[in-house]
């Protein structure tokens, strides 16, 4: 039933999932592993109205993904963008709730002056790369966000009052291959990492 109601499309016919051309892992169940992700959200207080939400944002980003521009000339003789893909514009306004998607990826709003009363606005339209350069910003902007407001929730739910020492973070350490034959220096690369790994967990 999400499927239908957050417009979602098979996974090839996602310019930002299909370049890969792999689209299944070995030994992956995809419905447990969204089953899964449903069961942590609500583990730690993430309820079905969040995740709705949640998917909301990350069903728009991927259909950004979709949205192409064109150009034709304007009667100053510039070129202005035109959105070539209407329908996947029309479902990111209404994923996000904001139905000045379109407006605001063929036009930006220069503010020039020193504030106030003598501050004036003035509308710029963009051409095709500048229009296609906002459209694949505001797809960064919202992952950025999406991401960073999933780590400050969970962080808040895992806090107890007071200060704490439960967090979540990201480990990312360099240099965790495992190879067919590994070298004496591979292995104990690796077994820094899962000593570090081990103290930082």
């Known amino acids: ?83 070539e893909t209407e329908e996947e514009i029309a479902t990111v306004a209404k994923l996000i709730s904001c139905p000045d998607v379109k407006m605001n990826l063929l036009q930006r709003q220069v503010r020039a002056g020193g504030g106030g009363r003598r501050t004036s606005v003035t509308i710029v339209k963009m051409n095709k790369a500048q229009a296609t350069e906002a459209c694949e910003a505001l797809a960064k902007h919202l992952y950025g966000n999406l991401f960073s407001f999933l780590v400050t929730k969970v962080n808040s739910l895992l806090a107890t009052g007071g200060s704490s020492d439960r967090f979540i973070g990201i480990l990312d350490i360099f240099g965790f291959e495992i190879f067919e034959h590994n070298s004496l220096e591979q292995l104990c690369i690796n077994y820094t990492n899962e000593k570090w790994q081990n103290l930082f967990n």
């Open 1 to 83: 039933e999400y499927r239908e109601e957050l417009e979602l499309k098979n996974i090839d016919d996602y310019y930002f999932l299909n370049r890969s051309g792999c689209y299944q892992v070995n030994n992956m169940d995809d419905v447990k592993e969204f089953k899964e992700v449903c069961d942590s959200f609500k583990t730690v207080g993430i309820n079905d109205e969040m995740q709705k939400d949640i998917f909301r944002v990350v069903s728009a980003i991927l259909t950004l993904g979709n949205a192409r521009f064109g150009e034709k000339e304007g009667r100053s003789g510039n070129m202005l963008a035109t959105v």
